[in-house]
């Protein structure tokens, strides 16, 4: 305590792991029964849905304004839920993510193209991410474990079971999640919209709710993380629309008319019209 005496701490005793925060926000009137769960993806919490790195609305506001009540998570051992000792309960120590591996991985700019000085970087043509803001985006990145997938997996599902009906967005890992729980739930998962999913699980039988896949831009450069990443997503929609409910559809931008966007759809300065889509693509479901 600042100004206070030193004190012994004993780490031993009872601990909790494998939380996950869940902040609600409800609708006086919601104009749809369904709320929108928003799972956020690898490294990152859910800020990512609450404003844009330039300063605006994010996609939190537009479901909101839409009529949906809103459920925004924090999941496992990120942001507000928190994390547990290594190796006393986590048995490895943490991920740290580099600006420069992220210029990369989200498709900012070509590799080799993140320099200290942002005067120098180079950046995808045309593209979409606020770039004079990626270095007040890098400070909302947070620490990820590699092997926590089960923990993370069984925290989703029960919040979808405590839920109820509901819709789930979800980007990059988080999306890989929402297919997971969908799966488990098809009575209570009514749709999921998978952003740029990073990952996906094993193809099973049975009913699955209807699916959109949603791309970005900034493809051209050979990636085999991004390459095998797409081709989960299309084998497994594939698979989608061999079921009987025929239900998963693919949204790539660039074959749509908006080019330029990033692994970040929802935080490009195109994000209010991706936005669009995606309720359009909701009130065609009936949803």
């Given at each position: 305590m600042l100004g206070g005496e030193p004190r012994r701490v004993d780490p031993n005793g009872d601990h909790v792991a494998g939380q996950m925060y869940v902040q609600a926000f409800r609708l006086a009137l919601p104009r749809s029964p369904l709320p929108v769960l928003l799972w956020h993806g690898g490294g990152m919490t859910g800020s990512s849905w609450e404003s844009t790195p330039d300063g605006r609305c994010g996609w939190l506001w537009r479901f909101l304004s839409a009529g949906y009540d809103v459920l925004v998570s924090d999941a496992v051992e990120r942001g507000r839920s928190s994390w547990a000792m290594y190796p006393q309960i986590y048995a490895e120590p943490p991920m740290f993510r580099s600006k420069e591996e992220a210029w990369r991985m989200f498709r900012i700019g070509p590799p080799g193209g993140y320099v200290s000085d942002p005067a120098h970087r180079q950046v995808y043509p045309?593209?979409?991410?606020?770039?004079?803001?990626?270095?007040?985006?890098?400070?909302?990145?947070?620490?990820?474990?590699?092997?926590?997938?089960?923990?993370?997996?069984?925290?989703?599902?029960?919040?979808?079971?405590?839920?109820?009906?509901?819709?789930?967005?979800?980007?990059?890992?988080?999306?890989?999640?929402?297919?997971?729980?969908?799966?488990?739930?098809?009575?209570?998962?009514?749709?999921?919209?998978?952003?740029?999913?990073?990952?996906?699980?094993?193809?099973?039988?049975?009913?699955?709710?209807?699916?959109?896949?949603?791309?970005?831009?900034?493809?051209?450069?050979?990636?085999?993380?991004?390459?095998?990443?797409?081709?989960?997503?299309?084998?497994?929609?594939?698979?989608?629309?061999?079921?009987?409910?025929?239900?998963?559809?693919?949204?790539?931008?660039?074959?749509?008319?908006?080019?330029?966007?990033?692994?970040?759809?929802?935080?490009?300065?195109?994000?209010?019209?991706?936005?669009?889509?995606?309720?359009?693509?909701?009130?065609?479901?009936?949803?």
């Open positions: 045309g593209q979409q991410f606020p770039t004079d803001f990626f270095d007040e985006f890098a400070k909302q990145w947070v620490p990820r474990w590699a092997d926590h997938e089960d923990m993370t997996l069984s925290a989703y599902s029960a919040l979808a079971e405590r839920t109820g009906p509901c819709i789930v967005v979800a980007h990059s890992q988080g999306a890989g999640f929402a297919v997971a729980v969908a799966q488990r739930h098809p009575d209570i998962v009514r749709a999921v919209i998978a952003i740029e999913p990073g990952g996906m699980p094993e193809t099973r039988g049975g009913s699955l709710p209807p699916h959109l896949i949603v791309w970005g831009d900034h493809f051209r450069q050979p990636d085999p993380v991004w390459q095998g990443y797409r081709a989960l997503a299309d084998n497994y929609a594939a698979h989608g629309n061999r079921l009987p409910s025929n239900c998963f559809e693919t949204l790539i931008l660039p074959l749509a008319g908006y080019r330029g966007n990033s692994h970040f759809p929802m935080l490009d300065r195109n994000s209010d019209a991706i936005a669009d889509l995606l309720l359009e693509w909701l009130r065609k479901q009936s949803l």
